[in-house]
C-alpha cells in the first residue's frame, strides 16, 4: 500500500451554449480522467467560478448572455493564474491576438481534433500545478525550477517530501536530499 496521499482529479469547466459541444467536451475530458462542469454562458460560468476552485477553463467565444472573451476579461481580473482555453468556429486573427492578449492559454478552433483538446488540457493542467507549487515554494522560502520535466528545489539543501494536493501542498512525513550544483 503507498503512503503516499491520492491525487485529486484535476476540475474542469467547460463554457458553451452549444449542447453538442458540451457533451462532446464533457465525453473528452471525462474519459481522461478529469471532472467536468459545463455552464451555457459566461454569466453562469463565474457565478460556478465562484463556489468551485477550477485548474482550467475551457470557454466558447460566442455565446448569449456573456461573451467568451468578455469573460476572460472578467475572470482573469479575479483568477489570474487560472488557465483558460478561448475556443471558437468563428476564427479570425484578431479574435485570436485579443485572446492571448487578455491572458489565455491557448486558443483552438472548432471544429477540433479530440486528441488535440486532450493534449491541451494536459498542458494546461500541469501548468497549473507548477504555479501552485511554485508558489507553495516561495511560502517555504525556496524556489522551484522546471527543466526537461524535472521540479528542483533550490536553497534547500534537505527538503520535505511535499505532494500537491486539492487543500494544498502536503509534507508527506519523508525528506529527500536534495544535490546543490555549483
Known amino acids: 500500500m ?3 496521499l ?18 462532446v467536451m464533457s465525453d473528452i475530458l471525462g474519459e481522461s ?7 451555457e454562458n459566461g454569466q453562469v460560468a463565474l457565478e460556478k467560478t465562484e463556489t ?3 485548474d482550467m ?8 448572455v456573456m461573451d467568451g472573451i468578455q469573460f476572460l476579461r472578467l475572470l482573469k481580473e479575479r483568477n489570474p ?10 476564427a479570425s486573427v484578431d479574435v485570436a491576438v485579443e485572446a492571448m492578449k487578455l491572458g489565455a492559454f491557448d486558443f483552438v478552433t472548432k471544429p477540433f481534433n479530440l ?7 494536459a498542458r494546461a493542467i500541469e501548468q497549473q500545478k507548477l504555479r501552485k507549487l511554485r508558489k507553495a515554494c516561495d ?35 519523508k525528506f529527500k536530499i536534495v544535490s546543490l550544483f555549483e
Open 52 to 54: 468551485v476552485e477550477y
Open 33 to 39: 480522467g478529469y471532472n467536468v462542469d459545463i455552464a
Open 2 to 4: 503507498s503512503d503516499s
Open 6 to 23: 491520492p491525487e485529486r482529479a484535476a476540475r474542469v469547466l467547460v463554457v458553451d451554449d452549444e449542447t453538442i459541444m458540451q457533451d
Open 57 to 64: 477553463v475551457f470557454a466558447d467565444i460566442r455565446m448569449p
Open 81 to 90: 493564474d487560472l488557465s483558460i482555453v478561448m475556443m471558437t468556429g468563428y
Open 115 to 121: 486528441e488535440h483538446i486532450r493534449i491541451v488540457a
Open 139 to 173: 511560502d517555504l522560502g525556496c524556489r522551484v525550477e522546471h527543466a526537461f520535466g524535472v521540479l528542483s528545489f533550490l536553497s534547500l539543501p534537505v527538503i520535505p517530501e511535499l505532494r500537491l494536493t486539492d487543500k494544498g501542498l502536503v509534507d508527506v512525513g
